[in-house]
């Protein structure tokens, strides 16, 4: 099958495990979609305030956490690594259904383990990017990253309805399970992928220089097409996520929209991001990576302004689910493009640090923008709120790379002491050694090209 969604065509039986594992820790994460904020308020009977800290408060403090593990990550073995987060978020996340069970659950415990879990995700983040590198071939980053975004969208379509019937036979605690289960499963798919890779090693010193904590945001923001990106997702993902918490309480409240209603028009959008997803590598092909990344990257700030006008009734729910399937679609084809756009231009020895700085910087952002849009739909209203986080989305495209590089520019940077990881054991299906940097391959009638985007991680999102 000539566009590679047939289950481990050209990439490997390692991958495979990998993909499995992420499947496996993206379906827990939706199952258990809203876990924390429904526990708060059925469980604790949390007000709004105690809610959007929950939210905010631990994406925030999760973030600062993990600065300095993108260094540290750097320097190990990804495999042990990503195990490692995927255990310790098992194993937070199990101290809630025990706490329930034991009638001693807190507020406090909640508030803990979101920022545990949110400083795992992001280590997780940093360190499956690198070692995606090392078990897929460079000319088949794309592929996987297609996979793994449909992957993401799929789960979205069926994870909720799933995790409400759960929660329903066996209470506001059965997702949180199902999700730390979820993470075990994952850890165990990433063992099997038996990915034998060299540690790296420093030629200087082993113990971890201040100036590491910031590496990856200096490697980011000194490449002239990663820089715009960069600001592009931090501003997008953190506009989208504001206005999507004003829209609950317009839909929730103000306009009466009932929850199941409200959870149809997300879940059935996403629908509109599986496609997306499975149609980004035919894009590519035709029209060239660049092209693909900057239209589609354009065409998703359309949608969110007309949230603004949604109305009660069936009428205002067809125009959410309308609206949110254009945005998903366009997501859907942006983010697997994207995703390889930023791993094909970064050198090898510094994707653990970039991939951390950039979760970093966008769970912030989506932190900070929540809390300001928060303020503001107090003092205007939601649905003023939600139309000026749209009309400012309006000018993201701004903040694209105008034009695709022909070569990394940091390729020949990299210091003595990072060199590249290089799996020790290779397999039938592995067709090529994707440790070294190639440069990066034109498509057919396109501008030679250049991440996500989304990479492998726990935590799919539209944004």
Not at 26 to 32: F, N, Q, S
Not at 231 to 255: C, I, K, S, T, Y
Not at 302 to 325: D, I, K, N, Q
Not at 395 to 404: D, G, K, M
Request: charged letters at 15%.
């Amino acid at each position: 099958m000539r566009n590679g969604h047939r289950p481990g065509h050209r990439l490997g039986r390692r991958f495979g495990w990998l993909w499995a594992a992420y499947g496996t820790s993206a379906l827990g994460t939706w199952l258990a979609f809203g876990a924390f904020p429904l526990i708060a308020v059925q469980v604790l009977h949390a007000g709004p305030a105690e809610v959007a800290a929950l939210s905010a408060v631990g994406a925030a403090v999760g973030a600062a956490v993990a600065v300095p593990l993108g260094p540290w990550v750097e320097f190990r073995r990804k495999r042990p690594v990503l195990i490692g987060t995927d255990l310790v978020r098992c194993a937070a996340l199990l101290t809630i259904p025990a706490a329930y069970a034991l009638g001693v659950l807190s507020f406090v415990q909640l508030l803990l383990v979101s920022v545990v879990v949110a400083a795992a995700d992001i280590t997780f983040r940093a360190a499956s990017g690198a070692y995606l590198k090392t078990l897929v071939p460079a000319g088949h980053l794309l592929v996987a990253n297609a996979r793994f975004e449909s992957t993401a969208w799929t789960s979205a379509i069926i994870g909720p309805p799933l995790g409400g019937a759960l929660i329903g036979l066996l209470g506001p605690v059965a997702t949180v399970v199902a999700d730390a289960v979820s993470y075990l499963l994952s850890a165990l798919g990433i063992r099997a992928t038996d990915g034998g890779e060299r540690r790296p090693e420093r030629r200087q010193a082993a113990r971890m220089r201040i100036g590491d904590l910031l590496d990856g945001w200096r490697y980011i923001l000194a490449d002239a097409t990663l820089r715009p990106l960069f600001f592009n997702a931090a501003v997008f993902n953190g506009l989208v996520m504001a206005a999507d918490a004003l829209l609950a309480v317009l839909m929730l409240g103000r306009l009466g929209f009932a929850p199941w209603q409200y959870g149809l028009a997300f879940a059935a959008p996403s629908i509109g991001g599986l496609l997306g997803s499975r149609l980004a590598r035919p894009l590519v092909t035709r029209f060239g990576q660049h092209r693909v990344l900057v239209a589609s990257g354009a065409l998703r700030a359309l949608w969110l302004v007309g949230l603004a006008f949604v109305g009660p009734g069936t009428g205002g729910m067809l125009l959410v689910m309308g609206l949110e399937l254009g945005l998903v679609f366009c997501c859907g084809v942006f983010n697997p493009v994207c995703a390889t756009y930023r791993l094909e231009r970064t050198a090898p020895g510094r994707i653990a640090r970039m991939l951390s700085a950039w979760t970093v910087t966008t769970k912030a952002s989506i932190a900070l923008l929540t809390a300001v849009w928060g303020v503001l739909g107090g003092l205007l209203g939601p649905r003023t709120a939600i139309g000026l986080a749209g009309v400012l989305l309006l000018a993201t495209p701004l903040l694209l790379p105008r034009r695709a590089a022909t070569t990394p520019e940091h390729a020949a940077e990299l210091p003595a002491e990072l060199p590249a990881e290089h799996p020790a054991d290779s397999t039938a299906d592995s067709t090529a050694d994707s440790t070294a940097e190639p440069p990066p391959e034109p498509e057919p009638h396109a501008e030679p090209e250049r991440e996500r985007e989304p990479e492998p991680g726990p935590a799919p999102s539209r944004a």
